[in-house]
């Protein structure tokens, strides 16, 4: 089983004394990288509808880009991603053993990465897949990676012997996937509360959902796609009355 989340907008980039691996898609992250770097702190407001000082800080991060970047200046991805998802992952509380197996199972899609491990070398960035950045392969990020991200993730499910995707991505980085593709049946967990008896998926919480989701299949290393349903951190219960196979839906009273 892979289990797949989104990036983080919002980085915690304090040192961490972990060893780092080299992201499998570097090259084409250089290529994107100097596709950005040409951008303007203008072009990059309008391109990801951001503050002017969110901009400037992120061309700043572009023109340091690095083909290849001193450790210093990077940090392993899973551990550098700091928003509501990886508050559900609490990625730096993985015991070794934990993180080895999060490290062949687990993958965070990436406009900017592709696919990243959790041990990957990351240097900062903020590059949403749903950015119209043009570049040589296309008019967007989609046509950029292509059937990229797909035949990374069923490289990793062979070395794994994984027939199942867990998708606890948005739809936003889950679209970057080339279904056509991918070799994997996906699953992909739905998390809901509750209203005063009406089952609604509240944002915050279900980003937050999808990471303990994360957590929950790389703490107990599943591989059978019915065990997903036994998940129940935050007060979440399985409800196999809203569910199909390829949706498992969990409920939580507010």
Not at 18 to 34: G, I, K, R
Not at 58 to 69: S, V
């Amino acid at each position: 089983m892979l289990v797949v989340t989104s990036p983080a907008k919002k980085l915690d980039w304090a040192e961490r004394e972990q060893a780092m691996t080299w992201p499998a898609l570097h090259d084409d992250a250089v290529e994107l990288a100097e596709v950005a770097r040409g951008q303007s702190v203008a072009d990059l407001m309008k391109l990801m509808h951001i503050s002017e000082d969110l901009a400037k800080l992120n061309h700043a991060r572009f023109q340091d880009f690095a083909a290849d970047p001193k450790t210093e200046a990077t940090r392993p991805a899973a551990l550098a991603f700091a928003g509501d998802t990886y508050q559900g992952l609490e990625a730096g509380s993985l015991d070794a053993d934990e993180m080895a197996w999060a490290q062949e199972h687990f993958r965070i899609l990436s406009g900017l990465y592709g696919v990243l491990r959790p041990l990957d070398a990351m240097q900062p960035y903020r590059l949403e897949m749903g950015s119209r950045l043009k570049n040589a392969r296309g008019k967007n990020l989609y046509e950029f990676w292509g059937s990229k991200i797909s035949d990374a993730l069923n490289a990793q499910a062979e070395a794994v012997n994984a027939s199942v995707l867990v998708n606890c991505a948005s739809q936003e980085y889950f679209g970057a996937v080339d279904l056509s593709a991918l070799k994997l049946r996906v699953v992909t967990p739905v998390f809901m509360e509750d209203k005063n008896g009406t089952p609604k998926v509240v944002s915050f919480y279900a980003k937050r959902a999808r990471g303990a989701m994360a957590r929950f299949v790389i703490q107990n290393r599943l591989t059978d796609a019915a065990s997903l349903t036994d998940f129940d951190a935050g007060g979440y219960v399985y409800q196999p009355a809203l569910s199909d196979p390829g949706k498992p839906v969990f409920l939580r009273s507010a």
